[in-house]
């Protein structure tokens, strides 16, 4: 192996590391948002929402990412009230289409998770929650959030990492992210293995991170699941 | 604490009424579970409700925090009635806020504890205090650890519920009750899900707070308890009351047939 033209080329391949962090963090945040939104309508009473977040998790599960970015990428633009209103300059951007259809792609599967989550919780705390007053927002933020979060978290971890590997698609609407790059880098020098490994170190890396920080999240958020460290067998 | 006037016997003191219900209703789909109930529980009295299972004692304590809406009947709470509507042919309270009010000012023990598996036992016991009265954080704790000294768990105050026996998760369960300063505690078989040996340890903290005069409605199969810490024993039959009176009377001679036949099942 040309140890030289490694080298060089992870240098080349991080230094699109900063626009897949982008795509990544960015649709991990924005498609959070629209799960909250989606999960909430999911689990409403009312049967509209209900049924129009089905349909939205139907959709966006139920059909390829790529095809879904093609669409936002390539369809937009030919509607004539998307054209003429003031997003387009936004949505005419690849990199906006791209984060837009990774948020879309997420907040359905998100969704669906934190349902999952939410399903998970003991009928009985719910209940006692209720006996000493809580209900509504106050209820959702200290109890049913909490324990729908903890039980969503493994599940949520996987999704997280499927986020960071689908930002390469991002490379196909022309943004420059580290998938991009080697592809052009590829084209470019015909050494097709030593590019296309350095790029799957970087991924690989980049992984193991979240993986660890969102499993020390996990152990942080959830001594109550270990065995008491600090005090004595409870005497019975 | 409120002022206490214990009321030994069960017969009419002057003292404020902390809890009155009238005439509750209750079906589940055909099944009359509760067939007119109607009870007043006085400042500082310790009510036992005894009844066989499927009695409707359970569903009774629930009507009374609206954890189950009865179908018909009127509910108040140190004076002031739960505001209910009819709605879609329901019986519906009209009132959230006040619902989340009243529940705040009723204290409810569970038979199974119902704890927050996630946080420790003194978050337990400051939740109610700081999110739902929006209390001041310290001194929360402060009265947190007061309480949980009262029980005799402070050394567990950082521990995990799922870190303690029954009795002890029990015993952090009255303690969040009390926590919420309630103007009345509700018990449902607190101590029916515990190890024998742990019952004692349950019972002596609800003896302790009846004797400091805690207005209590307790559903129990305890007898000891029925008959030496309440002033007033209730026997439930089939969603009604069947017998209601001071438990030397009850226990005496006083008690129906069928609260004779109950008790004979405990070996009484
Ligand atoms: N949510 C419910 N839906 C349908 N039926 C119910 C419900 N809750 C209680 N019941 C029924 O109502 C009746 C009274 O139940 P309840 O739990 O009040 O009895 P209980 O006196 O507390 O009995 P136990 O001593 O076994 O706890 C039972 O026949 C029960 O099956
Ligand atoms: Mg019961």
Not at chain 2, 4 to 18: F, K, Y
Not at chain 2, 21 to 33: P, Q, W, Y
Not at chain 2, 198 to 220: D, H
Request: glycine share 8%.
């Amino acid at each position: 192996m040309d140890i030289t033209f490694m080298f060089e080329t992870m240098k080349t391949l991080l230094a699109a590391l900063p626009m897949t962090l982008a795509l990544f963090s960015l649709s991990v945040f924005f498609g959070g948002l629209l799960a909250l939104v989606i999960v909430w309508m999911r689990v409403s009473g009312n049967t509209i929402a209900r049924n129009f977040a089905k349909g939205y998790i139907f959709v966006f599960r139920g059909s390829p990412l790529l095809i879904q970015m093609f669409l936002i990428f390539y369809g937009l633009g030919q509607f004539g009230f998307i054209r003429y209103s003031f997003l387009w300059p936004a949505l005419r951007e690849p990199f906006v289409c791209a984060v837009l259809s990774l948020a879309l792609c997420t907040a359905g599967y998100t969704a669906e998770i934190f349902r999952f989550g939410l399903r998970a919780i003991p009928a009985k705390e719910i209940e006692a929650a209720r006996s000493v007053g809580m209900s509504g927002f106050l209820l959702t933020r200290r109890i049913l959030a909490p324990i729908a979060f903890r039980h969503a978290l493994p599940a949520y971890s996987t999704e997280v990492v499927m986020m960071v590997k689908s930002t390469a698609l991002a490379s196909l609407v022309t943004v420059w992210e580290v998938t991009g790059v080697a592809q052009r880098l590829i084209s470019q020098t015909y050494r097709t293995m030593e590019v296309f490994l350095c790029a799957a170190a970087i991924y690989l890396i980049l992984n193991f991170l979240i993986l660890q920080a969102m499993a020390l999240l996990e152990y942080k958020l959830t001594p109550h699941r270990r065995a008491a460290p600090l005090f004595p067998v409870p005497q019975r | 604490m409120t002022p206490t006037t214990l009321n030994q016997t069960g017969t009419t003191m002057a003292g404020t009424t902390r809890l009155s219900v009238r005439n509750i209703r209750k079906s589940f789909g055909t099944h009359e579970v509760l067939r007119g109930i109607s009870l007043d529980a006085r400042d500082g009295d310790v009510i036992s409700l005894l009844g066989a299972s499927g009695s409707g004692k359970s569903t009774f304590l629930r009507c009374i925090n609206l954890l189950e809406i009865a179908d018909h009947g009127e509910i108040s709470v140190d004076g002031e009635l739960i505001q209910m509507e009819q709605r879609g042919g329901k019986n519906v309270p009209a009132n959230r806020r006040q619902v989340d009010r009243i529940r705040s000012e009723l204290g409810m023990v569970f038979q199974s504890f119902n704890l927050w598996s996630h946080m420790t036992i003194l978050e337990n016991v400051i939740e109610g205090p700081v999110h739902v009265l929006k209390r001041p954080r310290a001194e929360c704790i402060a009265e947190a650890e007061v309480l949980l000294e009262k029980v005799g768990i402070a050394e567990k105050r950082n521990a995990y519920p799922a870190h303690l026996s029954g009795g002890q998760q029990q015993r952090a369960a009255i303690a969040r009750s009390l926590a919420m300063k309630p103007k009345v505690m509700l018990f449902d078989e607190p101590t029916s899900a515990l190890d024998p040996e742990l019952v004692g340890e349950v019972l002596r903290v609800m003896r302790s707070l009846a004797e400091e005069g805690m207005t209590m409605l307790v559903v129990t199969h305890e007898m000891s308890f029925a008959r030496n810490v309440s002033n007033r024993v209730i026997f439930m039959k089939s969603g009604e009351i069947d017998s209601d009176g001071a438990p030397d009377q009850l226990f005496g001679s006083g008690g129906s047939p069928s609260f004779r036949q109950f008790i004979g099942n405990f070996g009484g």
